[in-house]
């Protein structure tokens, strides 16, 4: 079955700092969705990607699909406080099925 | 336009107790899903509602059962709480197809004693 794997599990930057999460699949990606969570929260969409090279960026916050469509990272520029939170890969595995990494816990320091 | 929306928020049982989480979305999606949270599991699917009128299991059903009351309202029941049904519980829905991208509400924080 297919798997996503996020790296690293959890990071702390000094603000301003830029940052780099990655998220690997065991299978080609068909759709590959970036999502952002707070404690206590619901999951809020960031970005989807399907082509591959397909690269998207909102406000500082740019995320890049590989060729292979087996990687995608997400790069967050001259972070700031309130990037901090859960970012969560997730693929479409089959019609009517997701699946999700485990999460990278983001801390910035002000 | 407020998106997906569950109720309630936190919710605190004692084993053995059933309870029902209510899930509502206004973006006229065809698709609705349960998922759970555990820490260091990720999300996990329990049940899923490709249209109105069909429901079917995901990867963690045991436990579980769910309403596709219309097109907007998906609930979850846990009919005999466990322990092992502490979780974050998330309501999501997509468009028309199986692989759109999906939303979530805000989840409810179960706590089974």
């Known amino acids: 079955s297919q798997e996503l794997e996020q790296s690293p599990q959890s990071l702390i930057v000094q603000e301003g700092k830029n940052l780099t999460i990655n998220c690997t699949s065991s299978k080609t990606l068909y759709g590959l969705y970036w999502y952002k969570q707070k404690y206590g929260e619901g999951l809020i969409f960031l970005m989807m990607l399907q082509k591959g090279g397909e690269e998207k960026s909102h406000e500082k916050i740019t995320a890049k699909l590989d060729e292979k469509k087996q990687q995608s990272s997400l790069h967050i520029t001259a972070s700031q406080p309130s990037h901090a939170g859960i970012y969560l890969c997730?693929?479409?595995?089959?019609?009517?099925?997701?699946?999700f990494g485990t999460g990278t816990r983001l801390k910035v320091l002000a | 336009n407020a998106g997906v929306t569950q109720t309630p928020k936190f919710q605190v049982l004692k084993t053995g107790q059933s309870m029902t989480l209510q899930c509502a979305q206004d973006m006229n999606h065809n698709s609705m899903y349960w998922y759970r949270q555990d820490p260091g599991m990720g999300l996990r699917l329990i049940y899923y509602s490709a249209s109105e009128g069909t429901t079917d299991k995901g990867e963690v059903p045991n436990g579980y059962n769910v309403s596709r009351l219309n097109k907007r309202e998906f609930s979850l029941r846990l009919e005999s709480a466990a322990p092992s049904q502490t979780s974050v519980y998330f309501c999501?829905?997509?468009?028309?197809?199986?692989?759109?991208?999906?939303?979530f509400g805000p989840g409810t924080r179960l706590t089974v004693l």
């Open positions: 999501a829905s997509s468009s028309n197809r199986g692989t759109d991208t999906q939303y």
């Open positions: 997730g693929a479409a595995s089959g019609t009517y099925k997701y699946i």
